[in-house]
């Protein structure tokens, strides 16, 4: 091809995006005079199917040998052009974009400046575009194979999908069981279905599937790779008790010496449980777990004469000297499902949660109602004798949601349905209750919330706007203290039992899997989607999706969509068998580097190594770039002291005449 620059110069008006504040025309007017320009058009919508026909047909009628296309951002439309020019028969990375969106018209009210500003922008975008390279892209095989992190319903749901095509699947979970806090929960809203009844047959599954490898009480710890060969390496911890011996007969917590005074964390620390656990009757797999923290013997080396476990076990399962064991394998995508956290009421010390018995949780609720929960389902406060059946009741919402005192400014989008749910529960166990809801607005937003909603006011539950200054006790009783939003009349409640619908957060050891995955944060600190609209299941990271509130708060059906989403963004990559990788990597000269080693130091992506090659006849070590580990982030380039690292369609010989061209318009 004759490679003298033949540039066609494309400005979207974007709707009115761009052209309400963007004189569209006199940009593209502007841009037919530029050096090197054969053709500048303007048109609606460029990214639509006429809008790059215009481009395809110019390039093979006009000859045109670059593209710059002045739209949105890159992350928007780069690939939709990369393709057009393909399909033109152009290659893909002849295409430079002109930010005149995100950059310009949604930035800017001024039309005549930002119309100046935009041309700028063309003007420097037609320098570089002058200066572009082509490049290929290479294909790598995809591993067909999938991990799965974090076994509740999410995880669940994705794994059974990704196992029912035909691929192999490793579901990692922390703790002991899988099921998620969905095992936790009674009846679920609002169809008021059995939670355990519906759970209990897909945890199952999960366990006896042929294509899943269930690594329970397991935690990822490394991964190494990129899209399709990931490297993962799993810890999976000791539970000092043999899998294939253990029959699940619970012999062994009935006998041991702790039994009854350990807080279970399946109850939310108001059952007991020993320090040999099943964390759940319905726990999946069946298997006994010993709490390294807690068991005497393996605190103290001791447990009276000899472990009580031990002489009770019939099937000799237990085992002190068991020691974690790591587990590596290859996968060629990887979907996050690790989860949330409630929020930890005591951050509102305003409602007493630290101070009395009777201030509890929606989650304590959930265990209270529940038949395996502490109390067999009785709705029961206090101990022993003491205990007594609440008659009025409190609930108070968004209790650490859509509240910035406690950096929470989203809405936790479940606490108006698990609200409605647990008072309709308490009005059927407690048929003379009188329970009353502490609101700021209700949000019954899907199918079947209004309805459910109105049900439950129906049954007698009272809603009160109004948000809850504070909680104190006056005499037995505890008082809510309020003001009543639509009479303008202050409350002073006297209540038995208080319950804060507490919110979902992100999990405090979130940072664990960013780390290990280089995932990003919203603002929210949930784990961030590659975009919130068209890319909800993706994230940064190729190969790597989320699936359910670990990318914020969702209720069980929006979380099963969005797993059954990811897992068919994964079933993409692995049944296709191959994958692209990233074209626009960096690249080091090594006649130039001096292999200080920083850019393997500063590398997010672990793309570069230092290897020793004959330099001018001398042996010498040199930084050397891995195409499909480097993601293109520029980071070696930007800390290279000899400007040996050169990113591809970012060098230094494209970028600096492209800020000349922006100073020179000025
Ligand atoms: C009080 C309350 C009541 C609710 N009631 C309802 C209801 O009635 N109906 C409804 O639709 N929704 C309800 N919800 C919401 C429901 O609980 C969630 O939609 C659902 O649990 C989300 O599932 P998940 O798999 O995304 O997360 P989770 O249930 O949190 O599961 C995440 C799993 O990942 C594991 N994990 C975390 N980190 C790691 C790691 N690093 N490595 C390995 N494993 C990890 C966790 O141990 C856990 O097993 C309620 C929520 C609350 C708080």
Excluded at 140 to 169: C, H, R, T, Y
Excluded at 511 to 535: C, N, T, V, W
Aim: glycine fraction near 8%; charge should be negative; hydrophobic fraction near 40%.
């Amino acid at each position: 091809m004759n490679n003298k620059p033949k540039i066609g110069v494309y400005v979207c008006h974007c709707g009115i995006n761009i052209s309400h504040t963007v004189d569209v025309e006199a940009v593209a007017e502007f841009a037919s005079q530029l050096p090197n320009v054969r053709v500048a058009r303007e048109y609606s919508y460029m990214c639509s199917d006429p809008g790059q026909a215009l481009i395809r047909e110019d390039i093979k009628n006009e000859g045109l040998n670059r593209v710059v296309v002045a739209s949105c951002s890159p992350r928007m439309h780069e690939l939709t052009f990369r393709k057009t020019l393909a399909e033109a028969g152009l290659n893909p990375y002849y295409l430079e974009m002109a930010n005149i969106r995100e950059h310009c018209s949604w930035v800017h009210g001024d039309r005549e400046k930002a119309t100046a500003k935009a041309k700028r922008l063309v003007a420097a975008a037609a320098v570089k575009a002058r200066l572009l390279e082509p490049l290929q892209e290479k294909e790598v095989d995809v591993e067909p194979a999938s991990l799965i992190i974090g076994a509740g319903i999410a995880g669940i749901q994705a794994a059974l999908d990704i196992a029912e095509a035909g691929f192999k699947v490793y579901l990692v979970e922390k703790t002991p069981s899988v099921g998620g806090r969905m095992s936790q929960l009674d009846k679920t809203f609002p169809t008021l279905d059995c939670s355990a009844c519906i759970l209990t047959p897909k945890m199952v599954d999960v366990a006896s599937h042929p294509n899943i490898e269930l690594l329970t009480y397991s935690q990822v710890e490394d991964v190494s790779g990129y899209v399709g060969n990931f490297d993962v390496k799993v810890r999976k911890k000791a539970r000092y008790v043999d899998m294939d011996k253990c029959t699940g007969c619970g012999v062994c917590a009935q006998e041991c010496r702790l039994t009854g005074r350990i807080p279970s964390e399946f109850d939310e620390g108001m059952g007991k449980r020993a320090a040999i656990y099943l964390p759940f009757p319905q726990a999946v797999p069946a298997k006994y777990t010993i709490d390294p923290e807690r068991c005497l013997m393996l605190t103290r080396g001791k447990c009276g004469k000899s472990p009580k476990c031990v002489d009770a076990c019939g099937t000799g399962a237990i085992n002190f000297e068991q020691e974690d064991e790591i587990v590596e394998f290859k996968v060629g995508s990887i979907i996050v499902a690790t989860g949330f956290d409630v929020f930890d009421a005591s951050r509102k010390p305003e409602y007493g949660y630290n101070d009395y018995e009777n201030v509890i949780t929606g989650l304590e609720l959930e265990r209270l109602v529940s038949a395996s929960g502490p109390t067999g389902g009785d709705i029961l406060i206090g101990k022993g004798d003491d205990a007594y059946v609440p008659k009025d009741i409190a609930f108070i919402k968004c209790v650490g949601s859509r509240d910035k005192s406690v950096g929470n400014e989203y809405c936790s989008r479940v606490c108006c349905m698990y609200t409605a749910k647990l008072a309709h529960l308490l009005t059927e166990k407690i048929p003379d209750a009188n329970v009353r809801v502490y609101y700021m607005d209700v949000r019954a937003f899907g199918k079947g919330f209004e309805e459910f909603y109105d049900r439950v006011r129906r049954e007698g539950v009272r809603y009160i706007r109004g948000n809850p200054s504070e909680v104190f006790k006056r005499g037995d009783k505890l008082v809510v203290k309020a003001e009543n939003t639509l009479t303008s009349t202050p409350v002073e409640d006297e209540v038995d039992l208080v319950v804060l619908a507490v919110g979902l957060e992100p999990r405090r050891d979130a940072r664990e899997i960013i780390d290990i995955l280089r995932l990003s944060q919203s603002g929210d600190r949930f784990y961030m989607e590659a975009h919130p609209k068209l890319a909800p299941v993706d994230t940064a990271t190729d190969g790597v999706f989320l699936a359910g509130c670990a990318q914020g708060p969702k209720d069980i059906p929006d979380t099963v969509a969005q797993a059954k989403g990811a897992a068919s963004s994964a079933l993409v990559l692995l049944s296709s068998g191959k994958v692209k990788v990233q074209a626009q990597v960096s690249h080091i000269n090594e006649d130039t580097c001096r292999g200080c080693g920083y850019c393997v130091e500063i590398c997010p992506y672990s793309a570069i190594e230092l290897v020793t090659v004959n330099q001018f006849g001398h042996e010498a070590l040199v930084a050397r770039v891995n195409d499909a580990l480097c993601k293109g982030c520029g980071a070696c380039v930007a800390g290279c002291f000899s400007g040996s690292a050169q990113q591809k369609s970012f060098m230094d010989g494209q970028i600096l005449p492209q800020i000349a061209a922006l100073g020179v318009m000025r």
